[in-house]
């Protein structure tokens, strides 16, 4: 794993982990699947998977790609370009759940800590999920 990823501005983007690494493992648990079985899925080993998940390994750019397609989310969405003052937009795919896409816009949202921001797309979930089953 390398994350040696730059552009010819110079500026260099910067992989938040911790974020894949919380996507990766929602997933991987709501569809109940083994490091190895996400594995076979993405073709990256289940040891980087498992570092990913634990926020100590930084996958370089094709593992990157293969996982964001997996997890189907945006690149923007894990990787912070640092030198560029952007508004910092809230990327997302419309196959996206609701509650991932309220939870992107709770953790770019300057006024909420992390602390906050994870509390409140926690009650987010739980809330959706009991509203969006009863008609």
């Not at 076979?40 to 390994?57: D, F, H």
């Not at 923007?76 to 609701?98: A, W």
């Not at 770019?108 to 602390?115: C, F, I, M, S």
């Amino acid at each position: 794993m390398n994350s040696s990823l730059s552009d010819e501005t110079g500026f260099a983007p910067v992989i938040n982990v911790d974020e894949l690494g919380k996507h990766l493992k929602r997933k991987r648990r709501q569809e109940a699947l083994s490091l190895r079985a996400v594995a076979k899925q993405t073709q990256v080993s289940a040891s980087t998977l498992s570092r990913i998940e634990n926020g100590s390994g930084v996958p370089d750019a094709e593992t990157l790609a293969r996982l964001a397609r997996w997890l189907e989310i945006p690149l923007e969405r894990v990787v912070e370009v640092r030198g560029h003052d952007l508004s910092d937009p809230v990327v997302y795919y419309p196959q996206e759940s609701t509650p991932d896409i309220v939870e992107a816009h709770l953790r770019a949202d300057r006024k909420l800590t992390p602390e906050t921001a994870q509390a409140l797309s926690e009650l987010f979930r739980v809330a959706y999920r009991q509203f969006s089953h009863s008609s």
